[in-house]
């Protein structure tokens, strides 16, 4: 099964557009819609409404959910040829997004030519923008038009992370203009800008899981400059235990899955057993997925055997992604493995996570509750450029756990404390009642020195 790109799910905030975390092959449309679409009518169909169909069979042919959000899709197809304008491009695209609008699902979406050709190259690894992941706020009613954008996570090193953004805060506002309504593509090309612009930003942060669901807390403004950044998909570092001297920890932090994802994991989790690492920490926070295949290629070089994801569409459990002894990393067996997560662990990182969980391989998952983005989408190609992301199928943990609107539990709770004023000089104004900072920034320096002061201990 080739595995596409992920995101949340959700859209890159900045040059690098979302990353579709998919485990089904890629499905194209060569052509214009067959007779047997068009409807019974005494007109003839125009072009526009051939394309129109294109993107409505998609949906008919691939979504996961065949009650299609409890509607007729076949009567939504006759209602949308009689009643929405389609003369020109712009309106056929206008009714396209209205029409997968009337889903409920953010991440069945419709990609313009020029996204859907950045979308094709958006696994070289570096970002030009705020280096933002967003959603839409999960507990906010989409239907009604009035959902907020929120944080699925920052990019590692990227300009929101370093002004203090953090996973799960509700972007208000972008340069003033609310978010309530808007689009995630019109979210994604407002934070879009030159390098060496600024974009300001109202927040809030709240409690709670699930990508931003609440906000409830006091506005919080940022000024966020855009960049280009290079995104390391793998950062390792060797961490002495001022507690246990004899126990060194090897810390691996897995930023995003690209391609080289599994190759370096693989190398970091070598080198560090070289070194004398007898315990391992594998940071998988703010880490919004990305290659679906990468993560299952990381779970194989440290689970021994069992199932580790299983992907069911409507008519149930399709395919399951198991072990492979043979791909195994030597020096590995027996050293405890500890997982952090938070709001911004999502899509193929929630895959991972609950891989290892479920297995038994990770002793502890310390952290908080992850993003719940268990969907997977494939991408339909139109035939004037444009394409329709579909979702097909969704994720479950290997004990049939559905990760969509859940997320990972973790074993340890504690919240991973914010960066606010590192960097861009200021960032976010925290409020003294917010919360607690219980795991550092993720990172090798703030993660080694709480485990020379002991503070990892009890996880193993």
């Not at 069945?108 to 933002?132: I, N, W, Y």
């Not at 973790?410 to 960066?419: C, H, I, R, S």
Request: contains cysteine.
């Amino acid at each position: 099964m080739a595995a596409s790109t992920s995101p949340y799910a959700a859209v890159v905030a900045s040059r690098r557009p979302l990353l579709l975390a998919a485990a089904a092959a890629l499905l194209t449309t060569t052509g214009l819609a067959s007779p047997a679409l068009l409807p019974p009518a005494a007109h003839a169909v125009t072009t526009e409404q051939l394309l129109f169909l294109e993107a409505w069979r998609a949906v008919d042919r691939a979504y996961v959910d065949k009650a299609f959000n409890g509607q007729s899709w076949f009567r939504v197809r006759e209602r949308y040829l009689k009643e929405e304008q389609m003369r020109t491009r712009e309106e056929t695209y206008s009714a396209v997004r209205k029409l997968l609008a009337s889903l409920d699902d953010p991440f069945t979406r419709f990609l313009e030519p020029e996204r859907l050709a950045a979308l094709r190259s958006g696994t070289k690894g570096s970002v030009t923008g705020v280096g933002l992941e967003i959603a839409f706020a999960q507990q906010q009613k989409k239907q009604q038009g009035q959902a907020e954008v929120a944080v699925v996570a920052p990019a590692a090193g990227g300009p929101a992370e370093r002004a203090g953004v953090r996973a799960g805060d509700v972007i208000a506002a972008i340069d003033g203009r609310p978010t309530a309504g808007m689009s995630l593509y019109e979210a994604s090309e407002l934070l879009q800008g030159e390098e060496g612009t600024k974009v300001a930003l109202t927040l809030r942060r709240g409690g709670g899981g699930g990508g931003g669901g609440g906000g409830a807390g006091k506005p919080l403004s940022v000024d966020v400059t855009r960049r280009r950044v290079e995104i390391k998909a793998v950062e390792s570092r060797l961490c002495a235990d001022g507690a246990a001297k004899s126990s060194p920890v090897g810390y691996i932090r897995l930023a995003t899955f690209n391609n080289n994802s599994a190759s370096a994991s693989a190398d970091a989790a070598a080198e560090l057993a070289r070194k004398g690492a007898t315990r391992f920490v594998l940071d998988l926070r703010n880490n919004g997925g990305g290659v679906f295949a990468s993560a299952v290629a990381i779970a194989r070089q440290w689970v021994p055997k069992g199932d580790l994801v299983l992907i069911a569409d409507a008519q149930g459990v399709r395919d399951v992604y198991s072990a492979d002894p043979g791909e195994l990393i030597a020096g590995l067996e027996g050293k405890p493995l500890v997982v952090l997560v938070n709001r911004g662990t999502a899509s193929a990182a929630e895959v991972l996570a609950g891989a290892l969980k479920d297995s038994g391989r990770a002793k502890r998952v310390v952290g908080e509750r992850t993003y719940g983005k268990g969907l997977i989408q494939t991408v339909v190609d139109l035939s004037d450029g444009s394409g329709v992301a579909v979702t097909v199928a969704r994720y479950q943990t290997p004990s049939g756990t559905d990760i969509n609107k859940i997320g990972i539990r973790p074993d340890v709770e504690a919240a991973t404390g914010g960066g606010g004023g590192v960097g861009n000089g200021g960032g976010v104004e925290e409020d003294a009642s917010a919360e607690g900072s219980a795991l550092p920034p993720p990172g090798s320096d703030a993660l080694c020195k709480l485990i020379a002061d002991g503070g990892a201990d009890a996880w193993f």
